[in-house]
């Protein structure tokens, strides 16, 4: 399977959301990646349900849904309404993350988990199975446009061999500073779905940024 590119709405222009969103439908992006920010779990706040479901209307590909709230438990049938294909939690936002991962299935959505930069890949030895998909932050959580964290790669290679060791079925998904730079070494070492945010919704020419980046065109 060649490589995913999850653009990150995020850094859309919100004022022409629809533009955008059908932007990245007619482009060579797999997934929309929508980041939920409560200002409590990261210091920001981006938006929440109705602009998901907005996005959803016109949205024409997988909605790939990064939570960045505590507790996710009580938001994640909300989430499914609003047309979460995908639900990502953070590993360091739930207290009892087993349950969240069984509750986002029971949903009938695909589960995803979260490390933060500082957290080791070794913490989802125990349920590495039940897992969709392992999303590594490669910036710190909470805004767009922040540098590449070069430790990144070697989470990627511990993540790979963990998954490969349990047969888990997980996808690796790297999200933050993603670029023309890193984009092909993230890929060789194992990554599955690329978010990009600034790089592709800041550039000239979306579509085709989009499309260098799938291709690596570098
Ligand atoms: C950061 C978000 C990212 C962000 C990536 O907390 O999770 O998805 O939008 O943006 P860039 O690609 O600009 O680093
Ligand atoms: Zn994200």
Redesign the pocket.
């Given at each position: 399977m060649s490589h995913l590119i999850a653009p990150?709405i995020?850094?859309a222009d919100f004022a022409n959301l629809q533009r955008d969103v059908e932007m990245v439908n007619q482009s060579e992006a797999d997934w929309f990646?929508i980041?939920v920010?409560d200002g409590v779990f990261?210091p920001n706040i981006s938006f929440g349900m109705p602009v998901i479901a907005a996005i959803k209307k016109h949205a024409a590909k997988t909605m790939d849904v990064?939570l960045?709230i505590v507790d996710p438990d009580r938001f994640i049938k909300d989430f499914k309404k609003a047309g979460a294909d995908i639900l990502t939690v953070h590993y360091e936002a739930c207290n009892h993350l087993h349950r969240t991962v069984q509750a986002i299935k029971q949903e009938g959505m695909q589960a995803g988990v979260s490390l933060n930069p500082h957290t080791p890949v070794n913490v989802l030895e125990d349920i590495i199975k039940d897992l969709d998909l392992v999303l590594i932050?490669s910036?710190?959580?909470?805004?767009?446009?922040?540098s590449f964290i070069e430790n990144t790669y070697k989470k990627i290679s511990e993540l790979k061999k963990l998954i490969e060791k349990s047969g888990s079925n997980a996808v690796i998904e790297i999200?933050?500073?993603?670029n023309g730079k890193n984009a092909e070494q993230l890929v060789a070492t194992g990554a599955d779905v690329l978010?990009?945010?600034?790089?592709?919704f800041k550039s000239e020419d979306p579509s085709k940024t989009i499309h260098e980046l799938k291709h690596l065109k570098y």
């Open positions: 990150s995020l850094a990646h980041d920010m990261v990064h960045m932050m910036v710190n959580p909470g805004f767009g446009g922040q999200d933050g500073g993603v978010v990009a945010g600034s790089f592709v």
